[in-house]
């Protein structure tokens, strides 16, 4: 009759207070920024041929320029940020300008080839590129600079 009674009060307990590890909810989003790139001066870029992507071919990291922003793929995830070397924030998908850069760039670049062809790019220095980025793709810059035209 003992255990009855305690087992009847035991369970009124648990129904009447609340355990607060029962109500408790845990929700981990980790998302670690990538690591710093560290250049000795602001880098010096070139413009992929028919596109106004601007890349940093010098380095190990993929780094674009493109839309007003710096982007960078890592761990599977893409980054962007006003900056070319802090301030990476997390950016939900792959950026739509993507789609358009062929895997092999770095190679082409070395190469000086694009396309099956010699490509005669330009170097660019970072703060050119910042300042003058909208104005350039505005008055189709590139395509009067000839640095897209393509010798055979």
Do not use: C
């Amino acid at each position: 009759m003992k255990k009855l009674l305690f087992g009847t009060l035991l369970l009124a307990l648990v129904l009447v207070l609340p355990i607060p590890t029962m109500a408790g909810v845990n929700v981990n989003v980790n998302i670690s920024l990538p690591p710093p790139v560290v250049f000795a001066a602001p880098p010096e870029m070139v413009v992929l041929p028919e596109t106004y992507i601007y890349v940093v071919p010098d380095s190990d990291v993929d780094i674009f320029f493109w839309g007003g922003w710096w982007w960078r793929p890592w761990e599977g995830r893409w980054y962007r940020s006003h900056y070319y070397n802090s301030g990476w924030g997390y950016y939900r998908g792959v950026p739509s300008f993507y789609s358009g850069i062929p895997s092999g760039w770095r190679d082409d670049y070395r190469e000086h080839r694009w396309g099956g062809h010699q490509w005669n790019y330009q170097r660019i220095p970072q703060q050119q590129v910042q300042r003058n980025w909208q104005g350039w793709e505005k008055n189709k810059h590139w395509e009067k600079q000839n640095t897209w035209a393509f010798r055979v």
